[in-house]
């Protein structure tokens, strides 16, 4: 063994292993996903060394020079009395040492954005970058799985965000030697033999400790429910109105997802990236301010750090910009890949012809709408506003293990439509004017997850005094005044120029300047909440555990904690991951397996896997290593004691974390699914009501032999006829005719099948107009 600590004293790493008291444990520990420890108990006065100082840096390796651990002396040395010397009390040091990543767990975790559909190792390097501290490099190659959407807790460590990345995928992550490197787990496989004498039955202590399970209900997060239109009937004078639902919001602390006034320094790189070769940018007393470009689009910019999901109402507001004698470039951009005005969905292209500015709307790369002329000198602000009815657009992943190695469920888009609306508003000498639509329109087919750019400069001259990005839920709301053609309600702050606000108590409020004329018909669109929840079941294991007597069901109800179900979507893919875990008997296997001086052939860590065959036993099984402790012994020949706990994917939850509580609003399925539900009608619009009929356009085509179902109840869809049953069409276009001044329709598409199957959530029409 050799022990070396660098006390940054200037002398360099010493050798400590002579003074390293051998009746006291030396030792190393190991676990999956988490910082490493060493401990061991020294007497410095033996070699007249220093006591080793915090922060010392520990370096740990056998004789053969296997290195076994890396890391920094966490806390001052414990001191205890051993004796007398001639030269005075001798004290013995308890040391406690932790592995490199302590260096990045004294460092505060940033509050960030997510970062969506990425590879794990892309998101991990990220978070190193994030860190900026100096000497730790990195391997990611390997950790290629990608995750949907991962964001890190300012409120934990870095390794502690690290490991649940980590975990998410199915890998295991370490840092040894200054490096940090991230790895599928099993991607090292240490066999273990009765053949050739590298496996000990006695060794090993090995049990199920799990049951299986084979009818999984998994419990997610409260998400958005049914899709509501909802119509009002202005009178000239109220400015409130009740919505019959309470709609769906985003949580508070996810309503401002992105803020920055330019008042540090320099340009924020925590959140921002910056490509400025020819240093054009930066921050002065008006904010962000750019002094040019060299002419290249997408050559000098500064964009989002993290991806933005396109879900719900976003509201994009750059204020304070002032521009320049000379400005060419793109500002307050959504793009597609990487920043060129060429993928720009959604953006201000600002340009200048013969000394004058422009400000004109860039949809899907082209040029939109109608165009503004700032006037010099003054300050404005430029808004963005998007929104969809899809609040999630990408499902999470789910990893697991199968026969044929790691495999998930999840992870696709949720495909949506988009309404934008571009808006310039003069805010000179702090004075708000009416906000101007140089675009309003539709976007199909949104992409799912864009990247913002703040600034795409060719030749930009300008300040920017702020960016405030709101996230309002999956909310829009319009009106037809009587004869007229119907226009976008914005919402937001008076301040803004907006024309309402949408209460979390479920009331419009309507701001006096733009109460709605009597006759005009107001529509709200927005969501439900529900709780995610979803219920699968394994026909095939139920039938070979039934036994006589004995079900063969065997249940398991309860939440999955990460990755998060976002949806009622996420919940079914953790659930189909969980039985394919959960229904195989291996996937229970616990317990741990004691060796000797196992690192000669190879250094077992975490995230390996003991692949055991043993014949006497009739035992053959790879064992997912969990933990190491390696107690080291003062001796020649050199012994090192492994004893490496392990447990499978059911056994100790790995890339799926589970808890058994089960949310007091859930509710719990009574029947497992059998097929999954039909395409919700997110793209469902209401293209008439009037005191006779509501007009529908259900904006997708029936599956053969189904169609559209209307009924006066939500979650009462079935065949046959009932009184809660108005009609079924075949047709994507129908009416619904009126019946009472208020009225509530819930419709869903079916198909062909006995019983026949539904969409997952209603589209819902709620009327509030007089017949």
């Known amino acids: 063994m050799k022990l070396t600590i660098d006390n940054l004293d200037g002398k360099g790493a010493v050798d400590y292993s002579a003074t390293v008291v051998a009746a006291k444990p030396f030792r190393v520990e190991r676990k999956l996903n988490e910082p490493s420890l060493c401990g061991f108990t020294l007497l410095p006065a033996v070699g007249n060394l220093p006591v080793p100082a915090r922060n010392g840096r520990v370096v740990l390796s056998d004789n053969n020079g296997v290195l ?3 890391g920094y002396v966490a806390v001052e040395p414990g001191m205890e009395l051993t004796g007398e010397s001639s030269t005075g009390q001798v004290y013995q040091a308890v040391v406690s040492a932790v592995s490199d990543e302590v260096l990045l767990d004294q460092l505060s975790v940033p509050q960030t954005r997510p970062s969506y559909a990425q590879s794990a190792g892309q998101m991990l390097q990220t978070m190193l970058t994030r860190a900026g501290l100096a000497g730790i490099t990195s391997t990611l190659t390997l950790a290629a799985q990608i995750v949907s959407q991962f964001q890190p807790d300012a409120g934990y460590s870095w390794s502690k965000n690290a490991g649940a990345l980590a975990s998410m995928v199915r890998n295991t992550y370490r840092t040894l030697n200054g490096a940090v490197s991230m790895e599928p787990v099993g ?6 033999s009765e053949t050739d004498g590298t496996f000990s039955l006695k060794a090993l202590q090995a049990t199920m400790i799990k049951a299986l399970a084979n009818d999984i209900t998994v419990c997610g997060e409260e998400e958005p429910g049914a899709y509501v239109t909802e119509f009002f009937a202005g009178d000239g004078t109220t400015v409130l109105f009740d919505l019959t639902e309470k709609p769906w919001f985003p949580s508070a602390s996810k309503e401002k997802p992105l803020v920055d006034l330019f008042q540090e320094p320099a340009v924020d790189q925590q959140i921002w990236q910056l490509a400025d070769a020819a240093a054009n940018i930066s921050i002065t007393s008006a904010g962000l301010t750019c002094a040019g470009g060299d002419g290249i689009d997408g050559d000098t910019l500064v964009a989002s750090a993290t991806a933005l999901e396109l879900g719900g109402s976003l509201v994009l507001e750059m204020g304070g910009v002032l521009f320049g ?6 500002l307050n951009g959504l793009y597609l890949g990487t920043i060129k005005t060429s993928n720009c969905v959604a953006g201000f292209q600002i340009s200048q012809s013969g000394g004058v500015t422009t400000i004109s709307p860039l949809i899907n790369g082209v040029i939109a709408g109608s165009s503004f002329t700032p006037v010099s000198g003054h300050l404005y602000t430029l808004r963005l506003r998007i929104a969809s009815n899809e609040m999630q657009r990408l499902l999470q992943s789910y990893y697991y293990l199968s026969g ?28 708000a004017s009416a906000p101007i639509a140089i675009y309003s329109g539709v976007i199909t087919n949104a992409p799912a997850v864009c990247t913002y750019g703040l600034i795409d400069s060719s030749n930009l001259q300008c300040s920017i005094g702020s960016i405030t990005m709101e996230q309002q839920g999956p909310v829009w709301v319009t009106s037809t005044p009587p004869g007229g053609s119907q226009i976008i309600r914005r919402m937001g702050t008076i301040a803004q120029g907006a024309d309402c606000q949408l209460e979390r108590t479920g009331r419009i409020r309507f ?27 394994s026909a095939a294991s139920i039938s070979v555990e039934a036994k006589g007597l004995v079900p063969g069901t065997a249940f398991w109800i309860g ?11 996420d919940c079914e893919n953790a659930a189909s991951a969980l039985l394919a875990l959960a229904t195989s008997r291996a996937a229970a296997w616990s317990g741990t397996y004691t060796g000797w001086n196992i690192e000669q052939q190879g250094d077992v860590w975490p995230g390996d896997v003991l692949s055991v065959v043993s014949a006497s036993s009739g035992m053959t099984a790879d064992l997912v290593v969990r933990n190491v402790q390696i107690d080291m012994s003062l001796t020649v020949p050199e012994i090192t004691k492994y004893t490496i706990g392990f447990a499978n994917d059911w056994a100790d939850a790995l890339a799926i974390k589970t808890s058994t509580t089960v949310p007091a609003d859930a509710w719990l399925p009574q029947q497992p699914e059998t097929t999954l539900p039909l395409t919700n009608l997110n793209a469902y619009s209401v293209t008439s009501v009037s005191g006779s009929a509501i007009q529908i356009g259900a ?12 009924r006066r109840r939500d979650w009462a869809f079935r065949s046959g006829t009932d009184s809660d049953l108005v009609l079924r069409s075949s047709v994507n276009s129908f009416t619904i005719p009126r019946e009472a001044a208020s009225e509530r329709y819930y419709i869903r598409m079916y198909d062909g099948s006995t019983p026949p199957n539904y969409s997952r959530f209603s589209s819902a029409v709620f009327v509030n107009v007089p017949l």
């Open 68 to 70: 076994l651990f890396t």
């Open 187 to 192: 991607t090292t496989v240490h066999v273990l």
């Open 325 to 330: 004698s000379v400005t060419v470039g793109v």
């Open 404 to 431: 044929s190695g790691v495999e998930s469920f999840g992870g696709q888009s949720v495909s949506a439509t988009a309404n934008v609306m571009l808006e310039v508003q003069d805010m000179t000498g702090g004075v």
């Open 511 to 537: 701001y006096p300047a733009s109460t709605p004329a009597s006759g005009e018909l107001i529509s709200v669109s927005y969501r439900i909440g529900h709780r995610a929840v979803a219920r699968l079941a």
């Open 559 to 569: 939440s999955v904690t990460n990755p998060a179900p976002r949806s009622s979507a």
């Open 699 to 710: 904006g997708i085509t029936p599956p053969a032999g189904g169609g559209f179902e209307v």
